[in-house]
């Protein structure tokens, strides 16, 4: 018998959270105070009042480079990792992580060859498009 696992202390500590979350709902939904107000169903934020919606329109590039931001992030731990871990490893590590990066720089650069990291039009584009406005109104 000493062998065995008890689980009666795991039940017992498991229906005592079952039950003392059912009573603070159920005394919180008798107890609770009811608004029917036409603010009550409003969002709050620091007190100020809604003007407007909150659904903005924001381009899809945007979220491309905060793609791009957090895979680059998430590479960072692996190289911060690597350098914690450098004794250990040893020079197949310090190979790998010199693939690894090198892996990194490949990718950095043909997402800035597609243009996938220009989020505004570039100076270039601007000139040229004032340049064909000109000459129509000439």
Not at 19 to 33: E, K, N, P, R
Not at 61 to 78: G, P, S, W
Not at 117 to 132: E, M, N, P, R, T
């Amino acid at each position: 018998m000493s062998n065995e696992i008890q689980l009666w202390p795991f039940a017992v500590y498991t229906l005592s959270v079952f039950l003392i979350v059912a009573i603070m709902v159920i005394l919180s939904h008798f107890l609770g105070q009811r608004h029917k107000e036409k603010e009550t169903g409003e969002a709050y934020e620091s007190g100020i009042m809604t003007t407007g919606t909150a659904r903005l329109r924001i381009s899809p590039q945007f979220y491309v480079i905060a793609m791009f931001f957090l895979i680059f992030d998430l590479e960072a731990v692996f190289i911060i990792t690597w350098a914690i871990a450098f004794k250990e490893v040893g020079w197949v590590g310090y190979l790998g992580i010199l693939v690894f990066i090198g892996i990194l720089l490949v990718v950095l650069l043909y997402e800035w060859r597609i243009g996938a990291l220009d989020y505004a039009v570039s100076g270039k584009k601007i000139v040229k498009k004032f340049k064909q406005l000109n000459k129509e109104v000439i």
